[in-house]
């Protein structure tokens, strides 16, 4: 009778054994099922990540290019702006019909190349 309980102890030891080692690989399986979802996650992120960066990187570079736009038509408008108030200026206007327009004010001596007259 001895040798009969040990015989059902060692067998009942052995199964248990035998269930340990199914749970252990099952638990494996799971870990790694765990581990590939949480590494697929990670590059998942660090690709979404990565790609925002180099979204914003553009977006900052246009920014910048309109930062410097908006400065050069502030120059422009600047430019215009005194150009405008010299227009009220007797004196300037006289100065852009003579140089640009080619006028002769009162009082001026008009000189013509002989070249042109014969002509």
Do not use: C
């Not at 099952?26 to 790609?51: G, N």
């Not at 038509?73 to 206007?93: C, G, P, S």
Request: charged share 30%.
């Amino acid at each position: 009778m001895l040798k009969k309980n040990n015989y059902k102890k060692a067998k009942r030891q052995g199964e248990n054994v035998a269930d340990v080692n199914k749970d252990s690989f099952a638990t494996k399986v799971k870990r790694y099922l765990v581990m590939l979802v949480f590494v697929v996650f990670l590059v998942y992120s660090a690709r979404l990540f990565l790609q925002q960066q180099k979204q914003l990187d553009l977006l900052n570079k246009q920014k910048q290019e309109l930062q410097n736009e908006i400065i050069e038509i502030q120059e422009q408008t600047r430019v215009l702006e005194e150009e405008a108030i010299k227009l009220h200026d007797k004196e300037y206007i006289e100065y852009i019909a003579r140089k640009e327009y080619g006028m002769v004010g009162e009082g001026d001596i008009v000189f013509i190349p002989a070249q042109e007259i014969g002509e």
